[in-house]
């Protein structure tokens, strides 16, 4: 009687976790991913490459960074329904480091922070 009863107690608990819904890598509070982390190496300029200050290049923001616009630039967001944040650029050794937003009205100017 104690065996059938622990047998029963086993197939429920072992139904119940193989029909229980998986979870899910999605943020709840961003489904979409719109706040995610994306490659914008593409979306800034150097202030020396051409096309910076005066041309083609003029909508995209600033970076000083000893690296230019060479090395691998992250950020959070789409650009479209959230704005481009919390950035950072890594180093030749692939160790990420902050890009500082500064106030400007003109254009956005990041710093590379190297600590």
Do not use: W
Request: charged content about 15%; aromatic content about 10%.
């Amino acid at each position: 009687m104690f065996t059938r009863t622990l047998a029963t107690a086993a197939m429920v608990v072992g139904t119940a976790l193989a029909l229980a819904p998986m979870a899910s890598a999605d943020s709840p509070d961003d489904p979409y991913g719109f706040n995610a982390v994306r490659d914008r190496t593409d979306y800034f300029v150097a202030p020396l490459d051409a096309g910076a200050l005066v041309g083609p290049n003029t909508y995209k923001p600033i970076i000083l960074s000893p690296y230019g616009a060479t090395r691998k630039i992250e950020c959070r967001g789409d650009g479209h329904y959230v704005s481009i944040h919390e950035c950072r650029q890594y180093d030749t050794n692939n160790v990420a480091h902050d890009l500082q937003l500064l106030a400007n009205p003109i254009r956005p100017i990041y710093v590379y922070n190297p600590f």
